[in-house]
C-alpha cells in the first residue's frame, strides 16, 4: 500500500511538473485506475435499481446466432464495446467515398452500397459480410469509431432541452465558438452518438442491437441491408423482446460520473483562460421531469454543450449524420477521462495535451482555444490537463 501512495504521490507530482514522454505514464490513468466505472446513481429508487441490474446482466451478455445474432455483426455483446461501461475495446469501422476536398461524401455510394459500417462478422444463412466492394478504387475516407463510454450519459438525457437551446444562442451571441442544436429529422433533439444522431438511451440500445449484432426488435423489426439479401437471421421473427430494450436503456441511463476528486481551483481557472469551457460547458440544467427522479431539476455536470461543432479537415470522417455534416463532432462529455488508453472519437491522441492539439486544424472552430492553450504559461498547461484528467 505505501509504496502504491508513493507511486501516485510521484506520478501526481510529475503530471504538475509537465513531465511527460512516456504516454504509458500519463498520470491520471494511474492515479484511481481501479475505481469502479459501472456504477449506478446514487438515490434510485428499489424498482429503478430493479431495471438497472435487469439491464446490467444485459449489457454483458454474449449473444449467440440462437438468439438472433447476424446475419452480418461487428460484436456480440454490448460490453465488447463499452468495457466496464467505459471506452472500447472493441470499434466500429467506416468507410464512405469522398469527393476531391477528401471530406465530402459522394451522392452514391458504389463501393459501400449497404452503408458505411464494415460489418466484419457473418454468421449461416450468410454468406458473406460487409465489406468495400472488391476492386473498386474509389477514393474512401476510412476512419474508426471506438465505443465510446456510456458512462454518466444518464445525465445528458436528463439536460433540458431549453438548456440546450439557450446555449446555442449564447455561442452564438458571442460569437467564440458556433454550436448548432443537433436536430432529428421528427424535430427531436439528437443527444447520442458521436455526430448525435439519436435522441434518447433506449433508441440507442434498439439501434445498437440491431447495428453492431443483427438483433432485430420491436423498435428495428428488419435486419440491416447485407450483401445476401437476406431480411431475417436463422432466428425467425423479431429477435429481442421490448422489455429487453427498455432494461438496457433503463441500466444506461442509471449509470453514474465516475467519481471526480482533487479537481483544483487553478486548473478550472486555466480550463476557462484556454475557453476550454466555451464547448465544455461545465454544468447544464437539467428537467424537472427527468427520470431516475434524482437527475430532476439538478446541474448536470457534463463538461459539454450538447451543440455539434465544425471540427475541420483533419477530423473530418466524411459521415454526414441527421443534422451533423462531414466535418462536426458532438462536443466530447468530459468524464472519467482517467481511464481512457487514447482520446478523441478515433483514439489518435494518446495523451491529453495531444488531444488538445489536435483540436486545432483547417477551419476547426477549436482553434482560437487551442492558440489560447498555448499561450498559457507551463505551469498554466499542466494544472489544466491535471484539471481535466481528473472530470
Ligand atoms: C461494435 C462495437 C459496439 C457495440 C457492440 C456496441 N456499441 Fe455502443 N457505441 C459504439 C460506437 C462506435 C459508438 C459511437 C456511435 C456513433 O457515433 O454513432 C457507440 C455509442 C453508444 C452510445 C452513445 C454514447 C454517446 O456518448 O452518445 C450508447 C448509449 C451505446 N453505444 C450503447 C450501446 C449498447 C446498449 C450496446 C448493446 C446493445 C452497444 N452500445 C453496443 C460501439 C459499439
Ligand atoms: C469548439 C469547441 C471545442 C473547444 C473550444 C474545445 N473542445 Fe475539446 N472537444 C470538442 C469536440 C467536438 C470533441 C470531440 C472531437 C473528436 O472526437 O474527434 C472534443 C474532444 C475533447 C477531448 C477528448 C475526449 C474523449 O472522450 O476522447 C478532450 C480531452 C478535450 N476535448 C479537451 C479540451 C480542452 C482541454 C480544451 C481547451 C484547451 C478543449 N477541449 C476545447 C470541442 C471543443
Known amino acids: 500500500m505505501r509504496v502504491l501512495i508513493t507511486t501516485v504521490f510521484f506520478v501526481a507530482l510529475a503530471a504538475l511538473v509537465g513531465c511527460s514522454g512516456d504516454p504509458e505514464a500519463t498520470p491520471p490513468l494511474r492515479l484511481v485506475r481501479e475505481d469502479p466505472t459501472n456504477l449506478p446513481l446514487r438515490g434510485l429508487t428499489d424498482e429503478e435499481q430493479a431495471g438497472f441490474t435487469r439491464g446490467d446482466v444485459l449489457f454483458d451478455r454474449e449473444h449467440l446466432p440462437s438468439q438472433g445474432l447476424g446475419p452480418v455483426y461487428i460484436r456480440t455483446s454490448c460490453a465488447s464495446c463499452h468495457a466496464r461501461d ?80 439557450r446555449v446555442a444562442a449564447d455561442e452564438a451571441r458571442v460569437g467564440r465558438v458556433h454550436g448548432r442544436v443537433p436536430r432529428l429529422a421528427d424535430g427531436r433533439l439528437g443527444r447520442f452518438g458521436l455526430k448525435s444522431r439519436v435522441a434518447t438511451l433506449e433508441d440507442f440500445a434498439a439501434d445498437a442491437f440491431r447495428g453492431d449484432m443483427g438483433l432485430t426488435s420491436p423498435v428495428f423489426p428488419t435486419e440491416v441491408a447485407n450483401p445476401d439479401g437476406l431480411t431475417d437471421d436463422g432466428r425467425p421473427g423479431v429477435d429481442l423482446t421490448m422489455d ?10 442509471a449509470l453514474a460520473i465516475p467519481r471526480r476528486e482533487g479537481l483544483t481551483a487553478e486548473g478550472r481557472a486555466a480550463f476557462e483562460r484556454a475557453r476550454c469551457s466555451d464547448c465544455h460547458t461545465p454544468s447544464m440544467r437539467t428537467r424537472a421531469d427527468a427520470r431516475p427522479r434524482v437527475l430532476s431539476s439538478a446541474n448536470a455536470e457534463v463538461f459539454t454543450d450538447m451543440l455539434l461543432h465544425d471540427m475541420g479537415r483533419e477530423l473530418a470522417d466524411g459521415s454526414a449524420e441527421a443534422g451533423a455534416g462531414p466535418r462536426d463532432w458532438r462536443t466530447a462529455p468530459l468524464m472519467g477521462l482517467r481511464h481512457f488508453r487514447s482520446f478523441l472519437h478515433d483514439g489518435r491522441a494518446r495523451t491529453l495535451e495531444e488531444a488538445v492539439r489536435l483540436h486545432g486544424g483547417d477551419g476547426s472552430d477549436a482553434n482560437d482555444s487551442v492558440a489560447a492553450f498555448d499561450r498559457l504559461s507551463p505551469t498554466d498547461r499542466a494544472l489544466l490537463l491535471d484539471y481535466v484528467g481528473r472530470l
Open 244 to 253: 429487453t430494450v427498455r432494461d438496457v436503456g433503463a441500466y444506461v441511463a
Open 86 to 165: 467505459g471506452r472500447g475495446p472493441g470499434l466500429v469501422e467506416r468507410a464512405i467515398e469522398v469527393g476531391e476536398d477528401g471530406f465530402t461524401p459522394l451522392p452514391v455510394q458504389a463501393a459501400m452500397p449497404y452503408g458505411p459500417v464494415l460489418r466484419p462478422y457473418y454468421v449461416a444463412p450468410a454468406t458473406r459480410s460487409i465489406d468495400v466492394v472488391a476492386g473498386s478504387t474509389a477514393r474512401l475516407l476510412r476512419s474508426v469509431r471506438i465505443g465510446p463510454a456510456v458512462f454518466g450519459r444518464s445525465w445528458m438525457e436528463a439536460i433540458d432541452e431549453a438548456e440546450v437551446v
